[in-house]
């Protein structure tokens, strides 16, 4: 038996000037925008379902939160129950039920950038108070002091002196939650437009983060 014999070329390897195997790299020039983009679409994944920056455009907070302050609102907790009270948090309402203006696709991506970090975007409609009352709570304004079902609020977030005027009762609806500003005298909330459906709160804001130096817990 005869075997035949296959000679096999050997394949061609390119090396270096050190011997190694040519590697071949893309400039960073080239790669920075694709980097960019992976990573501002992280963030506005993390923004959307995680945890995000709030600017406060109001008084209403005060002394807690000043204008200008930033603050971040965590969106997992709310997810698995519900809001609390004594806890600070951010909703959105729609009081005149009108459709938003069409934006373009730039106007978005500026918005989104501004948000990431805690900047206003023009939208109106993202509101921070504090929850007071929740369903099934009868809340009322008697002689200065907030009461519910029957029992004084222990308010130490108040500064010392600060009232609230009197308002009647009122009984939380289900899944409702009843929403006040800090500054009492000066603040548009439940008192006014009445409890705030659950699904519309954002988040909880758990943390104060500008300016640096009164940075806090909430």
Not at 173 to 184: H, L, S, T
Not at 186 to 214: C, H, K, M, Q, T
């Amino acid at each position: 038996m005869t075997s035949t014999q296959v000679d096999e070329a050997p394949s061609e390897v390119r090396t270096d000037d050190e011997g190694s195997p040519e590697k071949h790299h893309r400039p960073l020039w080239r790669e920075l925008p694709v980097l960019v983009v992976i990573a501002f679409a992280a963030a506005l994944l993390l923004k959307s379902l995680v945890v995000q920056a709030f600017y406060i455009p109001s008084e209403s907070m005060v002394p807690t939160l000043q204008v200008g302050d930033r603050v971040l609102v965590e969106k997992v907790a709310l997810r698995f129950r519900d809001p609390r009270p004594g806890e600070v948090v951010v909703f959105t309402r729609d009081f005149d039920g009108t459709p938003d203006p069409q934006t373009s696709v730039w106007d978005d991506i500026s918005s989104g950038f501004r948000g990431l970090f805690g900047f206003p975007t023009g939208d109106d409609q993202d509101f921070i108070k504090r929850v007071v009352a929740v369903a099934g709570d009868t809340i009322e304004g008697r002689d200065g002091q907030v009461l519910v079902n029957g029992d004084v609020v222990d308010e130490p977030y108040l500064p010392a002196g600060v009232t609230t005027e009197p308002f009647p009762p009122y009984t939380v609806p289900k899944d409702e939650i009843f929403v006040m500003g800090d500054n009492r005298g000066n603040s548009d909330d439940s008192r006014s437009f009445g409890a705030v459906p659950e699904d519309e709160v954002v988040g909880r804001a758990f943390v104060l983060i500008w300016p640096p130096s009164d940075m806090k817990g909430l």
